[in-house]
């Protein structure tokens, strides 16, 4: 393994570069939540299945707005009653959860409001991010990289001399092939609104929120020999 120092003839500088941007998001997600209750399961579902119906249909009406639209998870649940002994069932509850992910944030607040005002229907969100191939994570790479040898290059001016090459450069954290965890695009907001409204209320106002991208390296460059 070769060493983390250099040599008299080839001395060497070793830094670390970071970078980090705030940007707008990309997208924003929504959770949906329809429930239904009724004392047999065939009106249960029958219940749950119009009113998932009306949340795809009234989703799907946006469009392109909408970039993605996924169940998450299904369920009908009987109540037992809470008198005697039997196994007697008082109710079943049943419940679908939706994800909705849209880029024309000009429609996620009148799509919000107008969810929520459906029967038994909660919204909770929404969650700001970027998407995973976003170029934004790439200028932050690329910025880090930039300062990392700006930092190198002040170290050797200070010196009297200047940089010969680059040893290495490894994201932080590669050289113990640790997994990579991307850093948090961002702190997450949450709404919840709870339907039921009997007229329909208007455009909610929702604020996209700045997203914090990190990017770190570490770099180690060898430089002429400086005049000590």
């Not at 009997?198 to 020999?225: G, I, K, S």
Request: aromatic content about 6%; charged content about 25%; hydrophobic content about 40%.
């Amino acid at each position: 393994m070769t060493a983390p120092y250099g040599t008299a003839d080839a001395p060497r500088i070793a830094v670390r570069g970071e970078a980090h941007l705030e940007v707008a998001p990309e997208i924003a997600r929504i959770g949906v939540t329809v429930n239904a209750r009724g004392r047999d399961r065939r009106s249960a579902l029958d219940d749950l299945t119009r009113r998932n119906a009306a949340v795809l249909d009234l989703v799907k009406s946006y469009g392109e707005a909408v970039e993605r639209l996924e169940t998450g998870f299904f369920s009908i649940t009987p109540e037992l009653s809470s008198h005697g002994r039997s196994e007697r069932v008082r109710t079943y509850h049943g419940r679908v959860h939706v994800t909705v992910e849209l880029s024309d944030f000009t429609a996620l607040g009148e799509l919000t409001m107008r969810l929520a005002d459906l029967e038994l229907t909660r919204v909770d969100g929404p969650w700001w991010a970027l998407r995973p191939d976003s170029p934004v994570h790439r200028q932050a790479r690329q910025q880090a990289v930039r300062e990392a040898v700006q930092r190198a290059r002040e170290y050797a001016e200070a010196l009297g001399t200047t940089l010969a090459a680059l040893v290495e450069l490894a994201d932080i954290g590669a050289e113990k092939a640790e997994p990579y965890a991307p850093q948090a695009a961002g702190r997450t907001r949450s709404m919840a609104f709870a339907a039921a409204a009997e007229d329909t209320a208007a455009p909610l106002d929702l604020e996209p929120q700045c997203q914090h991208v990190y990017a770190q390296v570490n770099a180690r460059f060898t430089m002429a020999p400086p005049r000590l």
